[in-house]
């Protein structure tokens, strides 16, 4: 548009600003090689022509054809949708269809997929002597019915039925790899009953340096999940350069735990339900600890203060002195941090001070 104004006015410019964007946007590829074609045909003949290019000579007339009866304009060259006009439809009993939307009715199945559906429709099936359609074909009805998918609901202040629809939240990325210590951080929570108290511990690892930090409480909210993410910031050494953190989708670590990550200007993802192996680094930290102390030690889980001073000794022999199998058992926590950071210290340095007296510049 700024080159259409730019030449306003001059003879021939909106001819060939209309041109340009015809051949820039309207016109594929292939429509210009046929084009193309049929200007050599018109110049050298059709022997020539079929020696010339790799095409049949009834494509050629087909060619010319199309181009004739579209107006004599090369957009007639375009590639045509090759759909059929009469598409074939799914026939099936009317039975069948019927006992899908009864299976997932709301009151029985709601939401039943087409792979559970099968077994329960191939014996209504064999029953009245039907043929039973395949799970991909289940699907497809599923699919031409309006999707027959329900939600559960819920009464409004104002006295309205609504659907209670799932929260969206930010999945982890398949190829998010973290690249420095608090690049990606994970969370997640074990809960232990003793003498039919429900008690909670708080986990927490740098997935890449493998650093890892718990906590005892007897709450399940999101504010303790909060308050024990403002205890870890003070505990990693890398806080500062924090910017992911992954949990699962629980109630602990919604509301004040999401306000403190807003707060902080943090990426949070979510892992997707019932799937532990998106989260399998802070999973396995749970067996480890739960191996190797809070099962030798769950009966001062009645004080999670006196728990809770045990576990601090423990942490500090896994982060300092326990050898960890991703660093082929050679180094811990705290040993790969002081090695990587040996490794890169270029990049920790302080940006110094010009001899001129200018502003601070960087090597």
Not at 117 to 126: E, G, N, Q, V
Not at 285 to 314: A, C, G, M, T, W
Request: glycine share 4%.
């Amino acid at each position: 548009m700024q080159v259409k104004r730019l030449f306003y006015g001059v003879r021939g410019s909106l001819k060939l600003y209309n041109d340009a964007v015809k051949w820039a946007y309207m016109l594929t590829e292939k429509a210009k090689h046929k084009a193309k074609v049929l200007v050599f045909w018109e110049k050298h003949g059709l022997e020539a022509t079929l020696d010339a290019y790799p095409v049949k000579r009834s494509t050629l007339f087909l060619w010319k054809k199309q181009f004739r009866e579209g107006g004599m304009v090369i957009e007639a060259l375009n590639e045509r949708s090759r759909a059929p006009r009469v598409k074939r439809k799914r026939l099936w009993s009317f039975q069948i269809q019927q006992e899908i939307r009864r299976l997932r009715d709301r009151d029985v199945h709601p939401n039943l997929g087409p792979k559970k559906i099968y077994p329960i429709l191939k014996s209504f099936c064999k029953y009245h002597a039907l043929q039973c359609p395949e799970p991909r074909t289940i699907a497809n009805l599923i699919k031409d019915m309006g999707g027959l998918r329900v939600f559960p609901q819920k009464i409004s202040h104002f006295g309205k039925i609504k659907p209670i629809k799932r929260q969206k939240v930010l999945r982890k990325p398949k190829d998010l790899r973290p690249d420095h210590p608090g690049h990606l951080v994970a969370l997640d929570t074990v809960e232990r009953i003793v003498q039919g108290r429900r008690r909670y511990i708080i986990t927490f690892e740098d997935i890449y340096s493998r650093f890892s930090f718990a906590w005892a409480t007897t709450s399940h909210a999101s504010k303790a999940a909060e308050e024990f993410f403002e205890l870890c910031l003070k505990v990693f050494p890398y806080s500062f350069s924090l910017l992911y953190v992954l949990t699962d989708n629980g109630s602990e670590f919604k509301k004040h735990f999401t306000e403190k990550i807003k707060e902080l200007h943090l990426v949070h993802y979510h892992t997707y339900p019932r799937t532990p192996k998106m989260n399998a680094h802070i999973e396995r930290f749970n067996r480890s600890i739960q191996d190797e102390f809070v099962d030798y030690h769950d009966y001062l889980l009645v004080n999670p203060d006196e728990f809770n001073q045990e576990l601090v000794d423990y942490l500090i022999f896994y982060n300092i002195e326990r050898v960890h199998e991703a660093f082929q058992n050679k180094l811990s926590p705290i040993q790969f941090i002081i090695q990587w950071q040996r490794l890169n210290q270029a990049i920790f340095k302080m940006p110094e001070k010009s001899n001129l007296g200018l502003h601070c510049t960087f090597i």
